[in-house]
């Protein structure tokens, strides 16, 4: 017989190796864990999304009154509606993230649910394989808007596999 997960060969009659049949019970018991201690949301401000995209607003306004200036008005006018619809695009995919996207800390484990549209996903750390959590404050429209950044990095990844939720409010009370 061979092993069901890992394919060893087995000595004894059964479905998994030593090893695999303790990963399993492991896996099971972080299933059973299922009341919430702390849910964390991301937050969505306008004001602060706004200043976050002020790149966008500036090249915008040059191109308007640079079109102006030459003549053209039309042109002008047209590209001030498309950089506006670009600024409203990004803050209602930011709008959406803040919904859909949360933390949730359990007595075992830790959870993130995406449930962005064809993106989503649920990524679970339990809290033996986590190395450090750390929250911080990247920029500094995010020190003044008193949101920081989440991230639980793990022990076991080569370059990121562990869990980040941005625009966290209140991130030091957590």
Known sequence: MECRRCGAVLRKEGDFCPKCYKEVLEE???KKDVVP?????RKYKP???VRQRWDVIVITILTVLSCITAG????GILSGIVGFAI???YMA???????????VFYEKKVVKYSKVPYF?????VAYKDIKDITYYQQTWRQKR??????????????YFGGIKLDNVENGTEV
Do not use: C, R
Request: glycine share 8%; net charge positive; aromatic share 10%.
């Open 28 to 30: 099971e018991e972080l």
């Open 37 to 41: 201690l702390l849910t964390v949301k």
């Open 47 to 49: 004001g602060f999304h």
């Open 72 to 75: 053209h008005i039309f042109v």
């Open 87 to 89: 600024l409203l695009a």
């Open 93 to 103: 995919f930011q709008k959406m993230l803040a919904a859909k996207e949360k933390v």
């Open 120 to 124: 989503g996903s649920t990524k679970e």
């Open 145 to 158: 808007a008193n949101m920081g950044d989440i991230v639980v990095y793990v022990k076991y990844t080569g």
